[in-house]
């Protein structure tokens, strides 16, 4: 049956948790999660608020209102969130069905993990399944993983300059095991641009980690 | 007066000139360069690696670019560091080509790790006794090869002769402290190379771009203390301690700055390149109070000294451009130098006009990959939009590794002719 209370009351919890976290208030969010928990509010539903905070903080993020701080921020809330509502789920509920699969790596060569790292926590964040092969990664361990894994995007990683001929040979590597088309490619980094793209022979490229999830929910989104 | 010595003099008075922000006789031409001179003549088989651990024979490279290209400095960035020092205290922070075991080719230059060395609770211990923290936490995280030295202490409760020194005769502190003062010998040997090298480039003609360098305190905690990402969580959770963290780091910069108050350097500048202070990293009001502040301080004072900071930003400062002009219009005009790796140049020397000097413009990606004549329209556009009345020196948008050899030739000639010309 029906019933009113309740069912403005979790609307209500709800929009408290979506602020919450949004303003990254740690102690309220998990507070009202376990309120709400106790009340016997479905974790499904807990789990979506999560998710329409992060759209929120996506917003303020493109709004500059917020900053790669914030956005980490808010993620590794949402992370804490998921950690306690998935074991209460079922084994339906509990499934995520991801957008998509995303291979990505530090190429051969370049040992920095700082921008990749980004990018993996930013394509996680937008529902996105990532395979993170690592710094310094060679061109094998790349065709391994679009074989095995069978991704819709790989992104290679490099800060360096002197690495984009590792990302033209990563992607000569896959065109030759006759992997390249099934895969959309992008490069990023600090100094990665068009020209940069052209060289290598990638589909796209960025500079900035959230071209990555742009350019993921073009291809596969 | 030799020919190098007046060409030396030159240089350095086009520089000034456009520093100073008064029209030069040329637009001076220094681009950064990190590999580009062994890039540019493999025969002498120089490499990064090279360049750590045999610096005279990395200097060739360096010497033969000079005397190519006649920049009008010597902004060689890739000759100061020790290959030999790094294997002897094993920094935690970077790998370096030569290093036992790096995946790194000798082609590659040093790269850098984040490893968290200051964990999130200990701002106030870093700030509260900063000889301690650094001596028995931060050197032994961030030096593997000084380990030991984390059980240094003074005993205070037994003072009698020398018992409160017991301490250092444990063997792991003895260790480190032995491969401290072998650490200082041949650190010494290697910066009397390195002054040799300034020296040498000197007597050829060619002033150093800097004479000292420094980092926003900012940037010191994020690049070395917390990393990056520890730094991000800090913005939020902690943005007072990383305020109190910036004053002190810039109260012990400006020290180190006023012992060279009087030092007889043959440029007064010091280089800061900016790290973590680019668009969407930081928002505008932790950029203006966590960020610059401290670091407007050092700037401020070392004005007043008079010397020279030249700022190099790194990364897109779109958003950050009007904040700094404001802040810069604190000083008298021509106090600094700004570096841009990207942006609309002709706006910047609008935006920057009257108030300090502007480098940078030619993409590095441009250089490596772009035809020639794109090198040429680049620079053609760079002179006629920034050159006039001074505050311009052209360089690349980065510190240079790669290029076609075409394309250097076409960015010194044309700024070489159409620089003067104009």
Redesign the interface.
């Known amino acids: 049956m029906y019933d009113a209370v309740t069912h403005y009351t979790s609307l209500w919890m709800n929009q408290e948790l979506i602020d919450a976290i949004a303003e990254l208030d740690e102690e309220k969010a998990l507070r009202i999660m376990n309120q709400a928990l106790a009340e016997g509010t479905p974790p499904l539903e807990i789990l979506n608020a999560g998710q329409i905070a992060m759209s929120v903080v996506g917003e303020r993020f493109e709004k500059q209102e917020y900053y790669l701080a914030e956005l980490m921020m808010a993620g590794e809330l949402l992370k804490q969130i998921s950690d306690i509502i998935k074991p209460k789920m079922n084994a339906s509920e509990a499934e995520v069905n991801p957008k998509g699969r995303i291979v990505i790596g530090t190429v051969r060569g370049d040992v920095h993990n700082i921008g990749k790292d980004i990018v993996v926590f930013m394509l996680e964040m937008n529902g996105y399944d990532v395979y993170d092969l690592g710094v310094d990664v060679p061109e094998e361990a790349f065709l391994k993983a679009v074989r095995e894994i069978d991704p819709g995007m790989v992104c290679l990683s490099g800060l360096l300059t002197t690495i984009f001929p590792v990302f033209r040979s990563t992607i000569e590597a896959l065109e030759k095991a006759g992997l390249r088309n099934r895969v959309k490619i992008a490069v990023g980094g600090g100094q990665v641009d068009e020209k940069v793209r052209e060289y290598t022979g990638a589909d796209g490229y960025g500079s900035l980690a959230v071209t990555a999830v742009t350019l993921a929910n073009q291809w596969m989104g | 007066m030799s020919k190098n010595q007046t060409m030396y003099e030159l240089r350095l008075k086009r520089f000034e000139d456009a520093i100073a922000l008064k029209e030069p006789d040329t637009t001076p031409v220094a681009p950064w360069v990190d590999?580009l001179p062994y890039f540019l003549y493999p025969e002498l088989g120089v490499t990064h690696k090279t360049a750590l651990y045999d610096h005279a024979k990395a200097m060739e490279a360096h010497i033969r670019y000079h005397r190519e290209f006649e920049p009008d400095a010597n902004c060689t960035n890739s000759m100061f560091l020790c290959g030999k020092a790094a294997d002897f205290l094993e920094p935690t922070m970077m790998?370096w080509p030569g290093r036992k075991g790096t995946?790194?080719?000798d082609?590659?230059?040093y790269?850098?790790?984040?490893i968290e060395h200051m964990r999130a609770d200990e701002y106030d211990e870093l700030i509260g006794d900063y000889s301690k923290f650094i001596l028995t936490k931060y050197l032994p995280r961030a030096f593997k090869g000084l380990r030991g030295i984390e059980n240094f202490r003074i005993d205070p409760s037994v003072c009698i002769m020398n018992l409160p020194l017991t301490p250092i005769a444990a063997p792991d502190v003895q260790g480190a402290l032995t491969k401290l003062i072998e650490y200082g010998r041949i650190q010494a040997q290697a910066d009397e190379v390195f002054l040799k090298f300034i020296g040498g480039m000197i007597d050829l003609g060619f002033p150093p771009i800097f004479a000292a360098y420094g980092e926003s305190p900012f940037d010191v905690i994020s690049d070395y203390f917390r990393?990056?990402?520890g730094m991000?969580?800090d913005?939020?959770?902690r943005p007072e301690k990383i305020k109190e963290a910036c004053a002190f780091f810039a109260d012990i910069q400006i020290e180190k700055y006023v012992a060279m108050k009087d030092a007889p350097l043959p440029v007064r500048r010091v280089f800061f390149p900016l790290h973590k202070g680019m668009d969407?990293?930081?928002?505008d009001e932790?950029y203006r109070d966590l960020y610059w502040a401290p670091f407007h301080r050092i700037l401020a004072r070392l004005i007043d000294m008079g010397y020279t900071p030249i700022i190099y930003t790194?990364?897109?400062y779109e958003?950050r451009c009007a904040f700094i002009r404001e802040k810069l219009l604190e000083f008298p005009p021509g106090s600094c130098m700004i570096h841009f790796e990207s942006g609309d140049f002709a706006a910047l020397k609008k935006m920057f006009q009257g108030i300090a000097c502007i480098f940078g413009g030619v993409?590095?990606?441009?250089l490596?990959?772009?035809e020639k004549d794109k090198i040429v329209d680049r620079v053609k556009y760079l002179i006629d939009n920034c050159a006039a009345g001074g505050g311009y020196v052209l360089d690349a948008s980065?510190a240079i590794?790669?290029a076609k050899r075409e394309n250097i030739e076409a960015m010194f000639e044309t700024a070489r002719t159409y620089g003067k010309a104009r």
Do not use: H, K, R, W
């Open positions: 590999g790998d995946p790194l080719p082609e590659s230059i790269q850098m790790f984040e990393g990056t990402m991000l969580y913005q939020v959770e969407g990293f930081i928002s932790q790194e990364g897109s958003t993409p590095m990606q441009m490596e990959y772009a980065g590794e790669i």
